[in-house]
């Protein structure tokens, strides 16, 4: 018999079960992809215009920076649909941005509570809303171009680390 998963205690513990999960599924596919086909973008079918596999990362990294920026009161960074104005362009590069707009998050997300998960949020990412609302976007935001980041993996022969069984890590 499986055991049930843990009750968070928390609004913040609440959205850190599936967020995690996220972190970890798009860090380690962003990471699968070698650093020479990072300026992949698929050209067979209706794909014109799409963004690079580098541009999706880069992308996620700025939205990660916007949304949690927001929540915090503090201006976003500028025109992350087109990446935003970090320098980074190498996956080295990009996995630090990567990285450090999940621990951005990590560390706003924690600051969510039944006290202020209400309260108003604007900005042009996502509001007006409010800090939970803006989260679960975030929470939204990510796996639709972690789910376009698999189809190039996949394109590139790559089995992303969350499709292998012995890689993913527990839910529980």
Sequence with gaps: MEKPARQPQTIASALNQTWKMLEWSFVSAADAMPENKYPFAPTDGEFKGVRTFAQQVKHVACANFAFFSEI???TPPPECENGGPDPAKT?????????????????????????????PVSGRYGGPSTKLGIAVLAVW??????????????MNGI??????????????
């Design 72 to 74: 915090q009161g503090k």
């Design 91 to 119: 996956k080295p590069e990009l996995m630090k941005y990567l990285r450090d707009s999940f621990a951005y998050a990590d560390q706003v997300m924690a600051t969510i509570d039944a006290k202020n998960a209400l309260a």
């Design 141 to 154: 935001h990510a796996p639709d171009h972690y789910g376009q980041m698999v189809e190039y993996l996949r």
């Design 159 to 172: 089995v992303p680390p969350a499709s292998r069984e012995t890689q993913r890590p527990s839910t529980r």
